[in-house]
Each structure stands twice: as C-alpha cells, then as structure tokens.
C-alpha cells in the first residue's frame, strides 16, 4: 500500500490525481444533490408534527453531520502532517478548513431557521447548538493561522495543533444530546435498532447526505489543486503547466 501511495507524496503526481478525480466528485454530487433536494423538498410526505417546516432537515441535518466529519478529515490531515512532515498534508487541511467552516455555519444559520417555528426562538444556548458554534469559532481560528504566516510549514504547524485540539469538541457535539437534557432532538437515522424516518423522507435525506459528501470531496479537491499550485507556483511543472493554459 505505501508504495502505491509513495508517488503521490510529489505534488505534481497529486496534482494530476485530484484533477483526474474532480470531474467524477462534481457530476456524481450533482447526480445525487438534484434527486435528493427534489425529491426532499417537493414529494416527500409532510410531517405529521412539524409540517412543512421540517423539509429544512434536508439540507439542515447533511451540513451539521458532515461539518463533523469534514473536521475529522482535516484533523486526520494535520496529523499526518505533523508526525510525517508531509507538505502535502497541510495543503489539504488547509484546503479542507474553509469547506468545513461554510457547512458548520450553515447548519447554524438552518437549524436556527428549523428552531424558530418548533421551539419559538432563533437561538438558545443548547449543549448543542453552543458546541456547534464552537466548532464554527475553531474553524476560523485554523483558517487564520493558515493565513497569518508566510512560512506554510510554520503554519501548518501553528493550525494543525490547534485543530488536534479541537478534535476533543467532536465527541462532545456528538453525544450533547445524550449527556445533556437539551432541546435539540436525539438521533434518527443513526440509530442500531430503526431510524425514526417513514423511508419516503430517509431514502432522500440519505441521497442528499451522499450528494453532500461528494461535493465536499470536489470543491476539496478545487482547492488542494489551487494549494499545490500556491505552494510550488517556482517549479518548472508549474510554470509549464501555467504556459499550457494560457495558450
């Protein structure tokens, strides 16, 4: 397996990977994001308790569940990078950083517009809507260390300890809702015995979750394609390759 991944370790090589992965990530997310949020905001059935206004879990409950996992992959990143001193690495946590902060705040900004009709006010200090703000709050604070030092070792040093930092906020988003009496809902579609959803709304919640994943994985490729290219804009491949699109 290492020496399968050995070559990848140049940036030229993972250069021309992410560029030959980018085009299945993009279409396969479009594929699945177009069925899912159709199918999710226009023929699912309506909620009996919460009506229309639960259609929000379809892109609300994706955005926070993914916003975790996107961390989870930045973390795994900036370990690597730490203990096996791989530029690489660090480009893409810092690629991944700004993903993950706009899917955290948009689980923000719809689970405070879901909030509003079921619990009649915008925002309150919930176990999990505070660690999820949290989350938000450590994203940007690694988005500003990956830009405060012109030295890109440095400052992938700099953020990748505070993002192994963070990591011990991800349990507790996780499990708020179950160490604490809150008012955000308890698990539906995690569950190891049956997910709370008829299968008419989990069949495109599960659709969108995967349409959402993909397209993290596309727009993470998009940048770590642009990172590469910052990071080694000297290099004679990056100089031919500038010259070639130019043409």
Same mark, same amino acid.
């Given at each position: 397996?290492?020496?399968?991944?050995?070559?990848?370790?140049?940036?030229?090589?993972?250069?021309?990977? &992410?560029?030959?992965? =980018?085009?299945?990530?993009?279409?396969?997310?479009?594929?699945?994001?177009?069925?899912?949020?159709?199918?999710?905001? *226009?023929?699912? !059935?309506?909620?009996?308790?919460?009506?229309?206004?639960?259609?929000?879990?379809?892109?609300?409950?994706?955005?926070?569940?993914?916003?975790?996992?996107?961390?989870?992959?930045?973390?795994?990143?900036?370990?690597?990078?730490?203990?096996?001193?791989?530029?690489?690495?660090? &480009?893409?946590?810092?690629?991944?950083? !700004?993903?993950?902060?706009?899917?955290?705040?948009?689980?923000?900004?719809?689970?405070?517009?879901?909030?509003?009709?079921?619990?009649?006010?915008?925002?309150?200090?919930?176990?999990?809507?505070?660690?999820? =703000?949290?989350?938000?709050?450590?994203?940007?604070?690694?988005?500003?260390?990956?830009?405060?030092?012109?030295?890109?070792?440095?400052?992938?040093?700099? *953020?990748?300890?505070?993002?192994?930092?963070?990591?011990?906020?991800? !349990?507790?988003?996780?499990?708020?809702?179950?160490?604490?009496?809150?008012?955000?809902?308890?698990?539906?579609?995690?569950?190891?015995?049956?997910?709370?959803?008829?299968?008419?709304?989990?069949?495109?919640?599960?659709?969108?979750?995967?349409?959402?994943?993909?397209?993290?994985? *596309? =727009?993470?490729?998009?940048?770590?394609?642009?990172?590469?290219? *910052?990071?080694?804009?000297?290099?004679?491949?990056?100089?031919?390759?500038?010259?070639?699109?130019?043409?």
């Amino acid at each position: 397996m290492w020496k399968w991944l050995h070559p990848y370790a140049k940036p030229e090589r993972s250069y021309q990977l &992410a560029t030959t992965l =980018l085009p299945w990530f993009a279409i396969s997310s479009i594929f699945c994001l177009s069925i899912g949020v159709v199918w999710g905001l *226009a023929f699912a !059935p309506v909620d009996y308790q919460q009506g229309e206004s639960y259609r929000i879990i379809f892109i609300h409950v994706p955005a926070a569940t993914l916003s975790l996992s996107t961390y989870m992959a930045m973390a795994t990143a900036a370990l690597v990078g730490m203990v096996w001193q791989l530029k690489l690495a660090d &480009a893409a946590a810092a690629a991944i950083a !700004p993903i993950g902060a706009v899917l955290t705040a948009v689980a923000l900004v719809t689970g405070a517009a879901w909030g509003k009709p079921m619990w009649g006010t915008w925002w309150i200090w919930d176990a999990r809507l505070t660690t999820q =703000l949290i989350l938000l709050f450590i994203y940007l604070g690694i988005i500003a260390l990956h830009s405060s030092f012109e030295d890109k070792v440095l400052a992938g040093r700099a *953020a990748g300890i505070l993002t192994l930092v963070g990591v011990i906020n991800i !349990p507790i988003i996780k499990y708020s809702v179950e160490w604490w009496n809150t008012l955000h809902q308890g698990a539906t579609i995690s569950k190891l015995d049956k997910p709370s959803m008829d299968s008419a709304m989990l069949i495109p919640l599960l659709i969108n979750i995967l349409g959402f994943a993909l397209m993290i994985g *596309a =727009l993470t490729l998009i940048r770590f394609r642009n990172e590469v290219i *910052a990071r080694n804009a000297m290099r004679p491949w990056v100089k031919e390759l500038v010259a070639l699109e130019n043409k």
